[in-house]
């Protein structure tokens, strides 16, 4: 074997492995074991099987024809686990239908028929051309239909949710759907090349694999995407309770308290800390101490304007908005402004 081929063994190779481990963490080692992680796994095994066909058929040498026709067989399972998979994470509550299952019928069909494969019928029969082309186009074709549906779900939800205040999570979960569809885009077009022109490398889509894979998993734990499912969808109240947050803080002035803080703020409406500062964060689009601080800096800009309270010091103003030191409102103002209190007083004034 070339040193070229051994590279390229290596880098399919590596990427298979890493699918599969990744896989088993997903479905064995993960704590959050719900559906979306337990099909996301099974699509990874498959694929992992999927592709190890294709590097033994490249790279070995008498691949038994039964191995061939299971391996194509397997694409039929990753389309409807990976539809199953992009409802489960953008539909909250979400179960497999009684009928899912009989997705899987050209895939129990086609490996049947792959079991009856002979290695003579497969080197001699005239009919191996138009039953392996026919089984191959129609597999393919299956494999971009359930990609396009898969892509057309996460569409129609994320369009559903386009007018709604996002959160991180939802954002996330967004993102990491797309990328997810994209990168198995990318595989079959990779392998959909090989079959249209003999002179693209049938090794370029493990090494397409490989690289997407390495990517997906990596923006997976990056985006948290394994800790995410439907269930960040599910309808809550947090639009009333930050109405009535805006009611106290910004109605109220209770900004201008220099005591105020999360745990104030929460024992005041009655809610937890975390569901108030996550309640700021998804409809202020800022942390609890920006969220405060950003009324503070507009109160604080009419004062450093106003004639008659230019007898006021800079640092009067400052306690006067609720900030515990000067340092705290330069950085604050600096922060929201681009300048200091100073120099916008200065150049407004002038």
């Known amino acids: 074997m070339k040193f070229v081929d051994i590279v390229l063994v290596i880098i399919s190779s590596a990427g298979l ?80 239908p009684r009928l899912y299952f009989l997705e899987f019928a050209p895939f129990v069909t086609f490996f049947i028929v792959s079991l009856f494969v002979t290695k003579e019928w497969y080197e001699n029969s005239k009919w191996v051309i138009v039953v392996f082309s026919s089984g191959l186009i129609f597999i393919y074709l299956h494999f971009a239909f359930y990609i396009a549906l898969a892509w057309r779900v996460y569409s129609r939800s994320r369009k559903k949710h386009l007018q709604d205040v996002q959160t991180k999570s939802q954002k996330a979960l967004f993102n990491w759907l797309k990328l997810l569809i994209i990168g198995f885009m990318l595989i079959w077009f990779s392998y959909v090349l090989n079959i249209l022109d003999e002179a693209v490398p049938y090794v370029l889509g493990p090494i397409m694999y490989s690289i997407v894979i390495y990517y997906l998993s990596y923006k997976a734990f990056q985006l948290k995407a394994t800790d995410l499912d439907g269930s960040i969808f599910k309808p809550n109240t947090n639009d009333q309770l930050f109405d009535e947050i805006s009611k106290r803080v910004v109605g109220d002035k209770l900004y201008l308290e220099p005591d105020l803080s999360l745990t104030s703020l929460s024992k005041m409406l009655g809610k937890s800390t975390q569901q108030i500062s996550l309640t700021i964060n998804q409809y202020a689009q800022r942390n609890f101490n920006d969220y405060i601080n950003y009324y503070r800096i507009q109160d604080a800009k009419k004062l450093l304007l106003d004639i008659e309270s230019k007898k006021y010091t800079i640092s009067s103003i400052a306690f006067d908005m609720g900030f515990s030191s000067l340092s705290s409102f330069n950085s604050a103002f600096k922060k929201f402004e681009g300048v200091t209190p100073s120099s916008y007083r200065r150049t407004n004034m002038a």
């Open 17 to 96: 492995l890493h699918g599969i481990l990744f896989a088993f963490y997903l479905i064995a080692f993960k704590k959050k074991k719900g559906l979306p992680n337990l099909l996301l796994g099974l699509i990874l095994i498959f694929m992992a099987f999927r592709i190890g066909k294709s590097v033994m058929l490249n790279f070995g040498d008498g691949l038994e024809p039964i191995f061939i026709f299971a391996g194509l067989a397997l694409l039929l399972l990753i389309g409807p686990l990976l539809k199953g998979y992009v409802f489960s994470m953008t539909r909250p509550n979400f179960k497999l």
